[in-house]
């Protein structure tokens, strides 16, 4: 009932900010179609999607750099010929011995343009939507990977956040 009071909102003209709860930006998109929404009101309503999760950020006191190993470097997509400093969480008394001080966010934006909204209307599959997306722009993985490679968080913590 939600959904579709918004939608219609969104027909009128308003613009409706929403929270909806799922791993990816056109997680979004499925969960909106699983939960009845018709695909010619989904592609005519929505013009953007947000993702966001929350990692937790390496504490600068104590935070230990590495060199990437093949299998990181495979996991960030870089080149093991040249494997860039990576950091590992260790603990210290500033950090209650976790490693880790505080958050940050990682996001996935999708902007909803002709040939996406003619792919929601479509009704094609999540994969062939997330390949548009991409296409469009960075994952919220990605967004992890750089956050990582800026040696802000740790390759484990986004594998945790970001599952797949």
Known sequence: ETVEIAIQASLTGHLVLSTLHTNTAVGAITRLQDMGVEPFLLSSSVI????????RVLCEDCKIPATADAAECELLGVLSDEPPTIYHAKGCEKCNQLGYRGRQGIYEIIEVDESMKTRIHDQVGEQELETHARSLG???????IRKVLAGSTTIEELLRVVKG
């Open 138 to 144: 960075p994952s919220i993985r990605d967004d992890g």
């Open 48 to 55: 953007g999607v947000i993702a966001q999760r929350l990692v």
